[in-house]
């Protein structure tokens, strides 16, 4: 099956800090996407990327997609205890499928 | 707004009972997805539906099936319960290409 792993798996900052999760896919995929999951939510939309080496930007938060359309970060700049959650990317391989990574658990300690 | 409902929040079975999980949603979306999420194994793709009737599996659909006769509802069907089936089952629909929404989840727990 589709393979899309996450590291790492959990990481506590401090509140100010820097943060980065990568996502590694074993296959080429057609494009990425990232959600969010607070605490005793439900994973949320952030962004989509389609392009081979794609950079965008939200704010405080950068997202890249590899060259080769198999692996993505999200960097987070000057963590806030806002950003807490858990972090997931989604893999397409294919039009209508969706697989998730196994998501990094952000801590923010203030 | 996009809306996606799965019909529980919570639910008790016990084992060996035949459960259903309704997910139904409002934007006329063709695709249509059943997750798990368990700690440290992420969303885990049970199985997702790209049109009425429709079918495909993800990556761990044994113990499931599924049943999508209308564009709206997309059902989760646990034949038999076990108690390896204990987890929060999450539905999510989406536009081909596009963003997917999420329902609430449900917790399920079989005892």
């Known amino acids: 099956g589709q393979q899309v792993m996450q590291i790492p798996q959990y990481q506590h900052v401090q509140e100010g800090e820097d943060f980065t999760t990568y996502c590694n896919s074993s296959?080429?995929?057609?494009?990425i996407q990232w959600y969010k999951q607070r605490p005793g939510g439900h994973p949320v939309f952030l962004i989509q990327?389609?392009?081979?080496?794609e950079v965008k930007k939200q704010k405080r938060l950068t997202f890249q997609f590899g060259e080769a359309k198999k692996n993505s970060s999200l960097h987070i700049t000057a963590t806030q205890t806002t950003d807490v959650g858990t972090y997931f990317c989604a893999g397409k391989t294919g039009a209508n499928n969706l697989f998730f990574g196994t998501g990094t658990r952000l801590t923010v300690i203030p | 707004d996009v809306k996606v409902t799965q019909s529980s929040r919570y639910l008790v079975k016990r084992t060996g009972e035949k459960v259903f999980l309704e997910c139904v949603q409002d934007?006329?979306?063709?695709?249509m997805f059943w997750y798990r999420q368990d700690p440290g194994l992420g969303l885990r793709l049970i199985y997702f539906?790209?049109?009425?009737?429709?079918?495909e599996k993800g990556d761990i659909p044994e113990g499931y099936s599924v049943s999508r006769e209308k564009k709206e509802r997309f059902s989760l069907i646990l034949e038999s319960a076990s108690t390896n089936q204990t987890s929060m089952y999450l539905c999510a629909s989406s536009s081909t290409g596009r963003r997917a929404f999420f329902g609430q989840g449900t917790r399920l727990t079989v005892v």
């Open positions: 990327l389609v392009k081979s080496g």
């Open positions: 539906s790209y049109d009425v009737k429709m079918k």
């Open positions: 296959t080429t995929l057609s494009n």
């Open positions: 934007m006329d979306h063709e695709n």
